[in-house]
């Protein structure tokens, strides 16, 4: 059985040891774990920059994801974005994150500040993009550009 949960900082080290996996298996990216360490304490010590979520099976974290807020004046709502999601490679293909979707979805709408719920994914990514439609989210409605400065 999953059980979903918000995560406590005890979940830290597990969430930055996802992130610095995630970053490898998808964009071929070694990061530097202190920097990613510090990033997802950041989380904890400021609740304005987001709200971590796990999985949990048989007491085990298998998964995590991010939510962030995003301000809408088109809506006078937050909207959340989730972001940083990762799943154990031996509990992938259980619809773990079709759970915490669903989840998160129950949150926001009993949340009468929230108009609901974005993520981006890479292009490449064929397997995320197909989980995402199948859990109902629509992803021809925007194109995402970025800029990120150099290190």
């Known amino acids: 059985m999953v059980r979903i949960r918000t995560a406590n900082?005890?979940?830290?080290?597990?969430?930055?040891?996802?992130?610095?996996?995630?970053?490898?298996e998808t964009e071929e990216l070694t990061l530097d774990r202190t920097k990613v360490t510090a990033g997802v304490h950041a989380v904890f010590l400021d609740p304005h920059k987001g709200k971590y979520f796990v999985a949990e099976v048989d007491k085990k974290?298998?998964?995590?994801l991010l939510l962030t807020p995003e301000w809408s004046d088109w809506r006078?709502?937050?909207?959340?974005?989730?972001?940083?999601?990762?799943?154990?490679?031996?509990?992938?293909?259980?619809?773990?994150?079709s759970q915490m979707y669903d989840f998160i979805k129950d949150?926001?709408?009993?949340?009468?500040?929230?108009?609901?719920?974005r993520l981006y994914v890479d292009l490449s990514n064929k397997n995320a993009r197909e989980v995402y439609k199948a859990i109902g989210m629509n992803g021809e409605h925007y194109q995402l550009f970025e800029w990120m400065k150099e290190e």
């Open 9 to 24: 900082v005890d979940d830290a080290e597990i969430i930055s040891g996802f992130q610095l996996a995630m970053a490898l």
């Open 61 to 64: 974290v298998v998964s995590s």
């Open 76 to 97: 006078n709502q937050w909207v959340w974005w989730i972001q940083s999601v990762y799943i154990l490679p031996e509990y992938r293909k259980r619809k773990i994150f």
């Open 107 to 117: 949150l926001i709408k009993t949340d009468p500040e929230a108009a609901g719920l």
